[in-house]
């Protein structure tokens, strides 16, 4: 396990995420952003959630980002909703579950938006994350193309709490 706190970026966040990305390996980067890419201001701003079109969550740990998670939501023709996710844990914080906690957090927070699938695309060659996808989201849909795997999973409605038994319990004679 970690200790980190998952959670929606705050005021003090959005100065720390320039540093963050910039400590990112060039593969990391890659990874993350298909290109070697160091996000400037106007990409900051979309990272943070200010724009507004994304929902956002960071990985924090004794004050310091170690990762970051984004989710936008986009309508398709079908009436459901599908989220479009990205997720990036700081180079010394991989393989150690924050990127599975970010996921897991992101979905539910989609879920509860209304969204009936998350979509993302990986790097073939990123098989950490496609082996941590399928490890802990079972029904997770990968398709390859040349240059990606789109992996999409399905999102079921919450199940709502199984109630006991009323009979049981409340009825017996005394």
């Known amino acids: 396990g970690f200790a980190a706190t998952i959670r929606p970026p705050a005021d003090g966040d959005l100065a720390a995420l320039g540093p963050f990305f910039a400590g990112l390996s060039l593969?990391?980067?890659?990874?993350?952003?298909?290109?070697?890419?160091?996000?400037?201001?106007?990409m900051l701003r979309r990272l943070d959630g200010t724009a507004g079109q994304?929902?956002?969550l960071v990985a924090?740990?004794?004050?310091?980002?170690i990762g970051h998670a984004m989710a936008v939501d986009q309508a398709c023709a079908d009436a459901g909703r599908v989220t479009d996710v990205?997720?990036?844990?700081?180079?010394?914080?991989?393989?150690?579950?924050v990127g599975a906690a970010l996921m897991r957090a992101l979905l539910g927070r989609a879920r509860a938006r209304g969204v009936t699938e998350v979509s993302m695309d990986v790097l073939p060659s990123n098989r950490a994350?496609?082996?941590m996808i399928t490890s802990h989201?079972?029904?997770?849909?990968?398709?390859?193309?040349?240059?990606?795997?789109?992996?999409?999973?399905?999102?079921l409605p919450q199940q709502a709490e199984r109630q006991p038994a009323p009979a049981a319990a409340s009825h017996r004679a005394a």
Request: charged letters at 20%.
């Open 27 to 42: 593969r990391t980067r890659v990874r993350r952003f298909f290109a070697p890419v160091s996000p400037g201001p106007a």
């Open 54 to 56: 994304a929902d956002v």
């Open 60 to 65: 924090v740990h004794r004050g310091v980002i």
């Open 86 to 97: 990205g997720v990036v844990v700081a180079d010394a914080w991989q393989s150690r579950g």
């Open 129 to 131: 994350v496609l082996g």
């Open 137 to 155: 989201f079972a029904t997770a849909r990968t398709a390859r193309s040349a240059d990606s795997v789109t992996v999409q999973i399905p999102l």
